[in-house]
């Protein structure tokens, strides 16, 4: 089974604070995201990733940045948090090629006070 | 753009009997994917069903099956004889061509399953 891990299920941070969001898949998957799911509004991307170092903006991805230094690691990246960024994360992937089913972690409930 | 209507918010179905969630999609593409996901409460993101745009057999998982309105531009899902384990929040999803590989999600809609 594909495992799609995040780093916390529950954040706490504050105005202003750098956060960071941490995303593991171990199942050698090209391509992985971030969504931010907000009730009535179901899913957004954020960023997506399709191979190690590159990127691609999604459909908001203003205040956030992304990193893949490996490619079983995807980390998203708050440099200044905000309150209007208090939301539930949730980090995908996906095999490319091979299939399109995107395969989910666990979602990180992030509170910015 | 692409974009995702589910029209229906909350549904509510009694065990055992059948519910079906609507969905609707615009897209000028003839090649795409579409799936439906289950969110159970504080649980994983997990893959119901997936149709093919160019298969026009309606896909079925089990108790799931899809009804695909390629002209319409509709994709309904049926849950047959409903569980309690069935109880989730649904999103239909839409991938405008193979290789694109990101999705477009609707709202969602909130399925209870009444004992």
């Known amino acids: 089974d594909v495992k799609v891990t995040q780093s916390s299920r529950y954040l706490v941070k504050r105005t202003g604070e750098k956060v960071f969001l941490e995303c593991v898949q171990d199942m050698d998957h090209e391509n992985m995201f971030w969504y931010r799911q907000d009730p009535g509004l179901g899913l957004r991307l954020i960023y997506f990733?399709?191979?190690?170092?590159?990127?691609e903006k999604g459909d908001i991805p203003e205040g956030y940045s992304v990193s893949r230094e490996k490619k079983e690691r995807f980390s998203l990246i708050l440099e200044s948090a905000s309150t209007n960024q208090t939301s539930m994360y949730l980090c995908?992937?996906?095999?490319?090629?091979?299939?399109?089913?995107?395969?989910f972690g666990p979602g990180t409930r992030l509170t910015v006070t | 753009a692409q974009t995702v209507t589910q029209s229906q918010p909350e549904m509510s179905v009694q065990e055992a009997e059948t519910v079906t969630l609507s969905c609707t999609y615009d897209?000028?593409?003839?090649?795409?994917?579409l799936f439906w996901y289950k969110q159970p409460p504080s649980r994983q993101m997990i893959l119901v069903i997936r149709q093919e745009a160019y298969k026009q057999q309606n896909a079925t998982e089990n108790r799931f099956s899809v009804n695909f309105q390629k002209a319409a531009k509709s994709f309904s899902l049926k849950i047959s004889d409903s569980q309690l384990g069935d109880t989730a929040m649904y999103f239909c999803a839409f991938m405008r061509r193979p290789g694109d590989y990101k999705l477009s999600f609707g709202a969602g809609t909130t399925v209870t399953v009444r004992a």
């Open positions: 990733s399709y191979d190690v170092k590159m990127k």
């Open positions: 995908a992937s996906s095999p490319g090629q091979y299939g399109p089913e995107q395969y």
């Open positions: 897209t000028s593409e003839s090649n795409y994917y």
